[in-house]
Structures are given as C-alpha cells and as structure tokens.
T-cell receptor, first 115, second 116 residues
Framework: AQSVTQLDSQVPVFEEAPVELRCNYS??????LFWYVQYPNQGLQLLLK??????LVKGINGFEAEFNKSQTSFHLRKPSVHISDTAEYFC?????????????FGQGTRLTINP | GAVVSQHPSWVICKSGTSVKIECRSL??????MFWYRQFPKQSLMLMAT?????????EQGVEKDKFLINHASLTLSTLTVTSAHPEDSSFYIC????????????FGNGTRLTVT
C-alpha cells in the first residue's frame, strides 16, 4: 500500500524568503508524484508532477520539486514566496499509469506568508 | 483549459433529507470521475471511483447506500448523500480525467455540505 507523509502541518514564512515543504512517500512499486495547491473553499490545482526523467521538476508559480528515490522524498521548494502563495499544499502519489490517477494524498501543509 | 464544474458550491440541509451534488466536465469527456471527502484541516479521502456507464467502485468503509454515485454520461457524475446527518457535513470534491490514457486529472471547486 502506498502512503504519503507531509512532515509539517504548518509552515510560516516571511514574504520573499525561500520555503521548502517536505514530502516523503512509501511504495513498493514505481510511483508518480504530484503537488497540489488548495486555496480556501476551492478545489485543487496541480502545481507540478513527476512521472519519469529528470528528477528536478519545475511547476507553475515558480515552484519546483526534486524526486529523490533513495530518500523516498519529493520536497517542494520556492526561492522567494509571495503573500499570494498562502494556501494549503498537498503531496500525492499514484502507483499506476498516469491515466489511472487514483491518488493518495498527504495530510497537507498550510503555508502562511507573513509580510 | 479543461474545467470541471461542481454544483452547488455550498448547501445547507436538514437532517434526514437527501442532497445531490453534480460534477460536470465542461470541455472534455470524462470517462472516469473521482469523489473525495475532506474534513476541516484534513486531507482528501477518496470515497469512490465512478466510470461512465458502470457501477462506481467504493473505497473501504464508504457506505454505498448512503453515498449514491451516478455517472450516466461522459460529462456528468452525481453524488447523492441520502438521509444526511450532521456527521456527513464536509467538503466534497470531484475530479475527472479524459478518455486518453495520459489525460491529466482536473478538480472541481468543491461543495461544502452542512447538515443541521
């Protein structure tokens, strides 16, 4: 069975500072990894995904993530955050082909940007 | 870009009544739709997978008779919460993907259900 652990439930950061949101996964098969952002009372928006190839994945809004197989991690980073990045961030894993898309989500990390 | 529309965005109902939530793919045909439930400050929990023209596949612990799912067309799936109780109050989110094997997943904006 797959599982996803987001190590930090809340991350407060000052505006323009860098941020890293941590995500670790467990799976016995090849995985596909995703980061989603959720703004209050809204659905999820895909930030980025890792399917294969380069382990450094660049996404929207200046975010990037690095897949580390040996450490079973997929941490999300942004070099300089903005107030508008305040949201809930979810890491997710899928074990099947992309088309299966049955996702297992982590617990979420609330990113709060302070001025 | 591809859009998934959920309706209503919020609903308040009395205990014992039923509520229907619609999930529509607006510019693509969705062969598979997923229904999630999210409690406050918690993650999304998959409730069921809905395939057009066939019965939904429910996750363990989800009551089939309570959460009725219908996926009668390639652009519409509905979730009906029957005989709702206050503990059913939650945020329900649907997602949908297209027909091609590499189609991405798109999420609706969710429905906040409050049962009084």
């Amino acid at each position: 069975a797959q599982s996803v652990t987001q190590l930090d439930s809340q991350v407060p950061v000052f505006e323009e500072a860098p941020v890293e949101l941590r995500c670790n996964y467990s799976s016995s098969v090849s995985v596909y990894l995703f980061w989603y952002v959720q703004y209050p009372n809204q659905g999820l928006q895909l930030l980025l995904k890792y399917l294969s190839g380069s382990t450094l994945v660049k996404g929207i809004n200046g975010f990037e993530a690095e897949f580390n197989k040996s450490q079973t991690s997929f941490h999300l980073r942004k070099p300089s955050v903005h107030i508008s990045d305040t949201a809930e961030y979810f890491c997710a894993v899928s074990d099947g082909i992309q088309g299966a898309q049955k996702l297992v989500f982590g617990q979420g990390t609330r990113l709060t940007i302070n001025p | 870009g591809a859009v998934v529309s959920q309706h209503p965005s919020w609903v308040i109902c009395k205990s014992g009544t039923s509520v229907k939530i619609e999930c529509r793919s607006l510019d693509f045909q969705a062969t598979t739709m997923f229904w999630y439930r999210q409690f406050p400050k918690q993650s999304l929990m998959l409730m069921a997978t809905s395939n057009e023209g066939s019965k939904a596949t429910y996750e363990q612990g989800v009551e089939k008779d309570k959460f009725l799912i219908n996926h009668a067309s390639l652009t519409l799936s509905t979730l009906t919460v029957t005989s709702a109780h206050p503990e059913d109050s939650s945020f329900y989110i649907c997602s949908a993907r297209g027909e091609l094997g590499n189609s991405p997943l798109h999420f609706g904006n969710g429905t906040r259900l409050t049962v009084t």
